[in-house]
């Protein structure tokens, strides 16, 4: 490890007597200096509660009352919210961590007590988010314009059954996966085409 210019924070290690006499040297002058860094994680911190309250209010000419309007991804009650999401679906889309480990990490790393129901379901939310986006169309158009595409499967279980997952990636950065059965029209359909991208 390297040492860094600006540490958050730096205590002095002075000696307290001389080894020589035994004097004290408290106020003596500092004639060389030593850097040794550790770098560490806090334990997780207590989650951010935000509390959003929709009021309605009435007006005073006409008498009609109008509800105020919660930002969109406020929908529960009481909810997780967008980060807590994102890092549940990096841990168990990204990473590929079953799900009862990753709800202990996301309680253990980030203070989020989870269920492991609702950890199994953020893979689906994810992916339905990524779908909608486009992102996986343009995938699949840059995959099909590429110079040279690798594809490959794999047998797996899915949707309850024995199924295959379909692989179309490129050397460099662009990767395609999807279920189906070996037909030719399966392979190529593409159809619930989960896209990466890898540096």
């Known amino acids: 490890m390297s040492l860094v210019d600006d540490p958050d924070e730096t205590i002095d290690c002075p000696p307290a007597v001389c080894c020589g006499c035994g004097a004290g040297l408290a106020g003596a ?23 959003y309250v929709a009021q309605a209010r009435e007006c005073a000419g006409c008498g009609a009352v109008t509800a105020g309007e919660l930002p969109a991804h406020v929908r529960a009650r009481a909810s997780y919210g967008p980060e807590t999401c994102a890092q549940a679906a990096n841990l168990v889309s990204g990473h590929h961590i079953p799900i009862y480990r990753a709800t202990l990490l996301l309680c253990q790393l980030a203070g989020v007590a989870v269920s492991t129901g609702w950890m199994a379901g953020i893979r689906g939310k994810a992916a339905a988010l990524v779908e909608a986006s486009g992102f996986t169309g343009r995938v699949r158009e840059l995959l099909k314009a590429a110079a040279a595409v690798h ?6 279980r ?4 024995a199924r295959y997952v379909h692989l179309a990636c490129t050397s460099s950065y662009l990767a395609c996966m999807h279920t189906g059965d070996r037909s030719a029209e399966a392979i190529d359909a593409g159809g619930g085409c989960c896209p990466a991208t890898r540096a």
């Not at 002058?29 to 509390?51: C, F, G, S, Y």
């Not at 594809?151 to 797996?156: I, L």
């Not at 899915?158 to 059954?161: D, I, M, P, R």
């Open 151 to 156: 594809a490959d499967e794999t047998p797996a």
């Open 158 to 161: 899915a949707a309850g059954g």
């Open 29 to 51: 002058l500092v004639t060389a200096r030593r850097r040794h860094q550790v770098t560490d994680i806090e334990p997780a911190p207590a989650p951010k509660v935000t509390e």
